[in-house]
């Protein structure tokens, strides 16, 4: 595909973007669970993961070398992976209160999987030996 790479890059961005937006909402403790600020839980930091790694696929999204593209595939299904565990762990319902899902949960794992099928579809030249 002629535009894959440009699509990932896109993918990436609107990704870092996504983190920064809220996750849940937890109404009994007035928590607002983003990427980078989860209130007073012990949920982490979820987005620096899928920030740093969206940043190195841009990078090697970037590069047109073979051995780029294939770390490329590594780093999009680490970030796949991360997104449905974030998903996972910030939507489970805990001592019967459900937390309020957003889009930004859904919209990781959408961002992460159009990632994840761009590096499958990457502009490479090749060289024939005729």
Known sequence: ?????TIGIILCVFLIYTTTQPFVII????WIITG????????????????????LAILFFSFP???AKRFNM???TLMLSWSIRNFLILSTCQMGECPQKQ????????C????LIMTFL???KIKSNN
């Not at 992460?112 to 990632?115: D, Y």
């Open 36 to 55: 980078w600020k989860t209130g007073g839980s012990n949920f982490g930091q979820p987005g620096k993961f899928l920030t740093f790694f969206a940043v």
């Open 1 to 5: 595909m002629k535009h894959s790479q």
């Open 65 to 67: 070398f073979l051995w």
């Open 27 to 30: 109404e009994s403790q007035h």
């Open 122 to 124: 990457p502009k490479l």
């Open 74 to 76: 590594v780093f999009a």
């Open 103 to 110: 889009w930004a949960l859904y919209g990781c794992i959408v």
């Open 112 to 115: 992460t999987a159009g990632i």
